[in-house]
Nanobody, 116 residues
Framework: QVQLVESGGGLVQPGGSLRLSCAASGIMFSLYTMGWYRQAPGKQRELVARITSRSITNYADSVKGRFTISRDNAKNTVYLQMISLKPEDTAVYYC??????????WGQGTLVTVSS
């Protein structure tokens, strides 16, 4: 059974930090491009960061320099380290796994709220 399980969301004050984790099962994790997406209320889901099977990363302009995506293939886990959080980072964050040859897999999402 293919499954992505996110964790680490919560309430944080502006300027604070959080680390999201996404544990994968049922896939050959090391072969997949892993991504973090987010969806704020009333907005479309958008790409936040992505890391390929060769650990090449790319980021949305809005998070460059503040967010870092990483992966641990031994643990089948991808992380999103977020610093200097802003209220506009408030959203449900979703983990995504994909290859060019398989359907995309999505997690259930974890809520990040940045508020004082």
């Amino acid at each position: 059974q293919v499954q992505l399980v996110e964790s680490g969301g919560g309430l944080v004050q502006p300027g604070g930090s959080l680390r999201l984790s996404c544990a994968a099962s049922g896939i050959m994790f090391s072969l997949y491009t892993m991504g973090w997406y987010r969806q704020a209320p009333g907005k479309q889901r958008e790409l936040v960061a992505r890391i390929t099977s060769r650990s090449i990363t790319n980021y949305a302009d809005s998070v460059k320099g503040r967010f870092t995506i990483s992966r641990d293939n031994a643990k089948n886990t991808v992380y999103l380290q977020m610093i200097s959080l802003k209220p506009e980072d408030t959203a449900v964050y979703y983990c995504n796994a994909e290859t060019a040859f398989t359907p995309a897999v999505w997690g259930q999402g974890t809520l990040v709220t940045v508020s004082s």
